[in-house]
């Protein structure tokens, strides 16, 4: 008899857990996941997970791992929660400072066709480790920068390169400046695998690209330079990678910085 009553008050402690948390709103699941994290009580989350988070990659594990020792820290103050709703992605971000240093505790979820939104993961960043990384890398939207064709012309007996040079588009929302890019050739004319290399080199230039237009882009090496075969475009193959553009436009780690000190500073005059 008392293992019974034992499980019913399991049972109504878990759905009253539940019954306090508006499924449809991302704010009251929001204050749910950061109560839960703050209070180590984990399994709290288990019903808002599709299989009750016995699914979870070992990254999973090692986020919420963080973010509970994260959540032990004295000086947290709470700055935002921000929600992020794309077809394809959605996501909640609560955002905090701890000393001058801003952190975000992240989750992934899915709303059904009545709108119940279910959880799907946990993320963490040092906002302002993250800016800095950023600001420190080269900037290469690969997928904006379209190489569309080599061109070339040769000697009289066609083993030997006069010049050559790279089409390019830029399909990015702004100009760039400057570029740098490594071009490839290869020996072959199989369009499923690239052949046996003869060429490499890196090409550096600061010609204006205005945005959505196609220029031309002299690949030094190949001047005066010897294949040793009869160049021809049905033998050789080329490729193109690109390494960087500029400038680079800040990034959304920098842009959250600036907002969040925004916040922060409003929160202080009021």
């Known amino acids: 008899m008392k293992k019974i009553s034992f499980l019913y008050l399991a049972l109504a ?12 709103d991302i704010f009251s699941i929001a204050e749910t996941v950061e109560k839960s994290f703050k209070q180590g009580k984990i ?19 090692d986020y919420i791992k963080e973010i509970l020792t994260f959540y032990k820290e004295k000086s947290i103050k709470k700055i935002d929660v921000d929600s992020t709703d794309f077809w394809l992605f959605k996501s909640c971000d609560i955002s905090y ?8 505790v992240s989750f992934l979820y899915d709303r059904d066709s009545v709108g119940i939104i279910t959880l799907s ?30 061109s070339w012309t040769t000697d009289y007996y066609g083993k030997s390169f ?3 040079a790279i089409e390019l588009q830029n399909k990015t929302d ?22 046996e290399t003869f060429f490499s ?3 550096e230039s600061y010609k204006p690209i205005y945005k959505g237009d196609i220029a031309t882009i002299e690949v030094p090496g190949m001047s005066d330079y010897y294949a040793g075969f009869k160049i021809d475009k049905d033998n050789m193959q080329f490729s193109a ?13 920098c842009l959250k910085i600036q907002e969040l000190d925004k916040k922060v500073k409003s929160m202080l005059n009021n």
């Open 13 to 24: 402690l878990l759905f009253d857990s539940c019954a306090t948390v508006d499924r449809k």
């Open 43 to 61: 399994d709290k989350l288990k019903p808002f997970f599709e299989y009750h988070m016995d699914s979870l990659s070992q990254e999973q594990k």
């Open 97 to 104: 400072l701890v000393d001058d240093t801003y952190y975000q």
């Open 121 to 150: 993961g946990f993320y963490f960043s040092n906002i302002n480790e993250a800016c800095t990384t950023s600001k420190n890398k080269p900037y290469c939207p690969s997928s904006d920068i379209v190489f569309k064709r080599l």
């Open 162 to 164: 006069k010049n050559g």
């Open 174 to 195: 702004f100009d760039i400046n400057y570029i740098k890019f490594r071009v490839t050739l290869a020996k072959g004319g199989n369009k499923y695998f690239f052949g």
């Open 201 to 203: 080199q890196t090409v």
């Open 241 to 253: 990678e690109l390494i960087e553009i500029k400038p680079k436009p800040i990034s959304s780690w």
